[in-house]
């Protein structure tokens, strides 16, 4: 296994890259996008609720290949063309951001309601209060959950193999074909994945026990 | 586009072939996962010196792999030790491989959240350490674990679609069939496909909304 | 509590080194031939997506091709007329590694013969000659190998000689490798590419059923398609080399070859 290894490196360290670069642009914007969604959820706009709500149900109740193909071959017959990288990572993003306004929203739900009405009743607005009060503590309160999604989002980033996205899986699967010895290819790239979610995965334990909300 | 050709009574019928081996794979994954991920997350919260520990660390690693990562690896590499499955064996296999680590951090969750004072109750009055598990503190997990149960179905439903990796026929497979012949038909095929998984997962997280809030006689 | 952590997962890294040394050598130990007898059945694997080799005909249910007919004549010569002729769906990427892992007796999916190919598997002999082509929308500048360079992507199918040849011979071009001939061509038709390039048979199926696209360049290769079959069966190999000339000779091979390509005869094999 060491000598497959030391010969296919440069293709495993490629897909390596690829990997954790669409992984943390997918978690940027899906962390942006994830938010706004989980607020929108609460606004007292009932249209921007509802239309939030439907976005958040949307996404989290169809596969993510679905969404990520959508990108790479329905939108390109219609002129607006992505490579798998491109069509794999704002599938990611897209399909991330839906669990990510779950987590947040009830997230915010768990800071007790006193919070914003002491907030607004000190004379903060709504989203004064929404920044300065409930949102810092909802926000450690969703850490470990989002956490958890971080880690789906890397073992999800898997996806860009079926779209040629230049990935980990992506170039163990050229090497697995290559060379045949499908088993170690795969049990080489399985150790890149756990180096990435393993850690994580203990860390987010940790914290949770940390922080965890005396009640 | 064309809907009407896209959505002929052959095509549909192939879509629904798709569809059956969809709900076969999920339904027949998700009970060997119940079970096996129910004991292991069980055998985990037992404690068992030595074995508790190897079992959790194989549980984390299954569940910090990619599932597809896994459904490559039953598929083409457990043949080259000796073990092979078809394909719908395969998926059945690493599906079930993956869901039961899931569940099994979700079962292990769910013990530990029953208070302690019900396992010590249970076994001063004489029960042994099974029997206190099984009539006492088991149902009181159950209960709390149902969302997240539900919540795995619906994304194992979901993952299936993966499988088209290793050319299982069901509904993402057939859908891709089908407007692979014919490039009117790929919108259609997409808005068949997104609105069964649609309407499969959302009636699912429907029934875990309602198991929630429905009142248990204890 | 890591220690302990750290001590349990090396005795899982040293369990799964020790798995992968015990490679089944059982595979190749099995004699096809008499396997094959026994259960009256021989498993094919076979494309579900190349037109006029192997396609999934969507009515039926069912895989229809050249190589699927082919393959059920030798079933017939080599097992009887009741032997039974099981199709598996591979791709140019799949197809090997399931034939050494047992989970299919025989190849016969447009594979083309090839050295490097094999070290690995054995051929039969010749039964259809191809050449490797490129399929552009209709008006594209590229009009043939040359015109491929570095502002050029080329998709080619994991796993096939095509993706193999097109880098040697334009070793400047971008080169993306979907998973099968289906996803190649929608990407082609997405834009994802300006060229798709694999054997001019499977092309001239796609360019039949979408007018918008011509082969250009005529072939830049020689393909012969050979049945691929695990190494160690010299038995089996022999049956369906025997069966092939049979075929031959009592004129099964023309029919089916007529049934498929009754206009061109640059694939047959005299």
């Known amino acids: 296994m060491i000598e497959l290894f030391q010969a296919n490196a440069d293709l495993f360290f490629e897909g390596f890259k690829y990997t954790i670069l669409s992984s943390v642009l997918a978690l940027i914007f899906s962390l942006i996008i994830g938010t706004l969604m989980a607020i929108f959820q609460l606004s007292e706009n009932k249209i921007i609720r509802n239309l939030a709500k439907a976005y958040v149900e949307f996404f989290r109740n169809i596969p993510l290949l679905i969404i990520v193909m959508f990108f790479y071959v329905v939108l390109p017959l219609y002129g607006m063309p992505f490579d798998g990288f491109q069509a794999g990572t704002i599938g990611l993003t897209i399909y991330t951001s839906a669990f990510i306004a779950e987590t947040v929203r009830s997230g915010i739900q768990t800071v007790p309601k006193g919070q914003m009405e002491a907030g607004l009743s000190s004379g903060f607005t709504y989203s004064e209060t929404m920044r300065y009060i409930v949102l810092p503590q909802a926000f450690k309160i969703v850490i470990p959950p989002l956490g958890g999604q971080f880690i789906n989002l890397i073992k999800n980033s898997s996806i860009l193999a079926m779209v040629a996205g230049l990935d980990l899986m992506y170039q163990g699967d050229l090497v697995a074909n290559a060379t045949f010895i499908t088993f170690e290819t795969y049990i080489i790239v399985g150790i890149f994945y756990l180096i990435l979610t393993l850690p994580l995965s203990y860390l987010m334990a940790y914290l949770e026990k940390r922080w965890a909300v005396r009640g | ?218 | 509590m890591i220690k302990k952590t750290f001590f349990s997962l090396l005795v899982l890294v040293a369990a799964v080194f020790s798995l992968s040394g015990c490679k089944s050598g059982n595979v190749a130990d099995l004699d096809i031939l008499e396997t094959s007898k026994e259960s009256n059945e021989i498993i094919w694997g076979v494309k579900n997506d190349t037109r006029l080799f192997g396609l999934m005909d969507i009515p039926s249910r069912e895989v229809k091709g050249f190589d699927i007919d082919i393959a059920k004549a030798i079933t017939d010569k080599v097992l009887g007329r009741d032997g039974r002729a099981t199709f598996v769906e591979v791709t140019s990427k799949t197809r090997i590694p399931l034939l050494k892992n047992g989970n299919i007796d025989a190849i016969i999916a447009t594979m083309t013969i090839s050295e490097e190919r094999k070290k690995q598997v054995d051929f039969s002999d010749v039964y259809f000659d191809a050449g490797q082509s490129l399929l552009v929308k209709k008006g594209s500048s590229i009009t043939g190998v040359d015109s491929l360079d570095e502002t050029t992507t080329v998709l080619a199918v994991k796993g096939s000689t095509s993706a193999v040849n097109i880098r040697k011979a334009s070793p400047n071009a971008n080169i993306l490798e979907l998973e099968n001939y289906a996803e190649a061509f929608t990407a082609l038709q997405a834009g994802q590419g300006d060229a798709m390039t694999t054997d001019n048979a499977i092309l001239l199926g796609m360019a039949s059923e979408n007018p918008d696209y011509e082969l250009v360049g005529g072939t830049f290769t020689e393909e012969p398609y050979g049945i691929a079959i695990n190494k160690g069966q010299e038995n089996f190999l022999q049956a369906v080399n025997d069966a092939l000339k049979e075929m031959h000779e009592d004129g099964t091979y023309d029919e089916i070859y007529e049934k498929w390509f009754p206009n061109d005869d640059t694939g047959k094999v005299k």
């Open chain 2, 1 to 218: 586009m064309d809907f009407i050709g896209a959505f002929s009574f052959v095509n549909l019928r192939f879509l629904l072939d798709g569809l059956q081996i969809t709900v076969a794979v999920s339904v027949l994954s998700i009970v060997f996962s119940f079970l096996i991920g129910g004991l292991m997350g069980t055998l985990r919260f037992a404690n068992i010196p030595f074995f508790s520990r190897v079992l959790g660390v194989f549980v984390d690693i299954i569940r910090n792999l990619p599932l597809l990562l896994i459904i490559f690896f039953t598929y083409f590499a457990l043949p080259q030790i000796g073990i092979r499955f078809n394909i719908f064996w395969s998926a059945v296999v690493a599906l079930t491989i993956f869901e039961s680590a899931m569940l099994s951090e979700i079962f292990r969750a769910g013990l530990n959240a029953v208070p302690k004072g019900q396992m010590e109750a249970g076994l001063s009055t004489g029960l042994t350490y099974v029997e206190t598990m099984r009539t006492i503190v088991l149902p009181q997990a159950f209960r709390s674990m149902i969302p997240a149960i539900v919540s795995q179905l619906i994304s194992l439903v979901k993952d299936t679609s993966l499988a088209v990796i290793i050319s299982l026929p069901e509904l993402t497979h057939h859908a891709r069939i089908i407007y692979g012949q014919n490039t009117n038909y790929v919108i259609p095929m997409f808005v068949a496909m997104t609105l069964s998984y649609f309407a499969i997962c959302y009636v699912l997280s429907l029934l875990s909304k309602y198991l929630e809030t429905r009142k248990y006689n204890y």
